[in-house]
């Protein structure tokens, strides 16, 4: 993901929910868990590097 950190402003701005309440920290790489409108879960990600656990 490009603007990881801008996508999450977003949808702060938005007060679009993010699951667990956090972002999660995975090695070098981070996610964001949030639901589509029929409640589906979506992970957005930003991968900086080949060391995901």
């Known amino acids: 993901m490009a603007?990881?950190?801008?996508?999450?402003e977003k949808l702060r701005e938005r007060k679009?929910?993010?699951n667990y309440g956090v972002v999660v920290q995975?090695?070098?790489s981070r996610s964001i868990y949030?639901?589509?409108p029929n409640g589906y879960e979506i992970e957005l990600?930003?991968?900086l590097g080949?060391?995901?656990h």
């Open 45 to 47: 990600v930003e991968k």
């Open 26 to 28: 995975q090695g070098r």
């Open 50 to 52: 080949g060391d995901l």
């Open 16 to 18: 679009i929910a993010i």
């Open 3 to 8: 603007d990881f950190d801008g996508i999450l």
């Open 34 to 36: 949030i639901n589509d």
